[in-house]
Each structure stands twice: as structure tokens, then as C-alpha cells.
């Protein structure tokens, strides 16, 4: 029997739908991502220190997602078993929860799925993959990281509030954009735009590229 091919999803991909058991129990994805974004993530090992860090800093700032309309959903290719154990480890020695479900994915068909195995860098542990997933099921952003080094929750949250101001406010964002300072209007597309342009109270470094208050 052949070995299924899997294309690794990417950018505005749907996201692909799976069925897996959780330490919050067993969820369809879809029905999971339904009405909510949903920040997906991949470590590479249960009782791993530079895991414990990350799935920590997911927890403490937990708030921050929820206040986006966001759900947090981890991965690894380990058991159920292993998962409780390291949370309760985790709760018992930091006084941290992980409150949020973490895939089992012993079979690695989610890790598979979505391309969270890469074999240069390990054939069974996934890497420190990250997708943000909208409340339609695409997938927007994507960040990779190896096995050793830790991700960035800051610039995690900054870009998911990002891709949401985006969508609501119709702009682009400028380089190391922060919510509160200013956005990229989409340039004109006719002379009449760009007259109009002219007369705006924009911020104007030229005629293509202007910012705005939001």
C-alpha cells in the first residue's frame, strides 16, 4: 500500500478538517474553528523545557486570546496519557494550567495534515509550526520555528490582532505596526482616487503610500 502524499496548507488554503482526541476531549476541527479564529500550534515533546515555556506563555496570556475571539489549540506526537501527565506536572511545579486543548497525535495525521513534520529537521517530532485560522476556515498566517528555538508571544498576538484590524478596517499595516499607530490606506486606483487623495487629511509621504488614523 502506498504512502499518502500530504501538501503541506498554505496561506489563504482552507484549513484541512480532522477529528482528534484532546485533553479537552475529542473535537472536529471545523466544528471547533466555527464562529472563532483559531491559533493552532505545534511542540515537539511533552516534558521538554523549551516546550514548557511556550505552552506556559499560551496560558498566561490566555485573556489576551479570548479578548480576540480566539481559540488556542496545541499539538504533539505524544499520548493522551503523556499530555495530562505534563500538565498536571506543570500545574503542580509553576501553578500554570494549561487551559486549552492539546491534540494527541500519536498517529501524527494531524502533524502530516498540515506539514508539521519536516524531515530535515526531525521525522517524528513536529516542528514549532503555528497557524492562524479565521472564523471561515481559511488559513491566514503561518510561522514556522525549529525545535530549538522558542517562539515570540508577543509578535504571535500583535499579528493576530493584525490580520483582524485588516478585516475589519479594509488597510495594510506598515512595518513593526503596533494597534494604536497608524495604518496604510490601499492606494488609488484612478487619477480621480488620487486627487482626491491630494485633498484628504492623510499623513502623505507620497502619492501611493498614505496613513491614516484609525
Given at each position: ?5 500530504y501538501q503541506m496548507p ?181 487619477i480621480e482616487e488620487m ?12 502619492w501611493y503610500l498614505a496613513?491614516?488614523?484609525?
Amino acid at each position: 500500500m502506498e504512502e499518502q502524499v500530504y501538501q503541506m496548507p498554505r496561506i489563504g488554503d482552507k484549513a484541512p478538517d480532522f477529528e482528534a482526541v484532546t485533553t479537552y476531549g475529542k473535537i472536529k476541527f471545523s466544528d471547533f474553528n466555527k464562529g472563532n479564529w483559531v491559533v493552532m500550534f505545534s511542540h515537539p515533546a511533552d516534558f521538554t523545557p523549551v516546550c514548557t515555556t511556550e505552552m506556559s506563555g499560551f496560558a498566561q496570556r490566555h485573556d489576551e486570546f479570548r479578548a480576540l475571539n480566539t481559540k488556542l489549540l496545541g499539538l504533539s506526537i505524544d499520548s493522551i496519557f503523556a499530555h495530562v501527565a505534563w500538565v498536571n506536572n506543570v500545574k503542580k511545579n509553576t501553578g500554570v494550567l494549561f487551559d486549552f486543548p492539546i491534540i494527541a497525535d500519536l498517529d501524527m495525521k494531524v502533524a502530516k495534515l498540515y506539514g508539521m513534520l519536516q524531515p530535515n529537521e526531525s521525522e517524528t517530532a513536529a516542528v514549532r509550526a503555528v497557524f492562524f485560522i479565521d472564523p471561515t476556515g481559511k488559513i491566514r498566517l503561518i510561522m514556522y520555528y525549529p525545535l530549538n528555538v522558542g517562539r515570540n508571544m508577543d509578535e504571535i498576538l500583535r499579528v493576530l490582532t493584525a490580520l483582524q484590524t485588516t478585516d475589519k478596517h479594509g488597510v495594510a499595516l506598515p512595518l513593526n505596526w503596533k494597534p494604536g499607530e497608524k495604518v496604510i490606506v490601499p492606494p488609488p486606483k484612478t487619477i480621480e482616487e488620487m486627487q482626491e487623495r491630494e485633498k484628504s487629511n492623510y499623513e502623505m509621504v507620497d502619492w501611493y503610500l498614505a496613513k491614516k488614523d484609525l
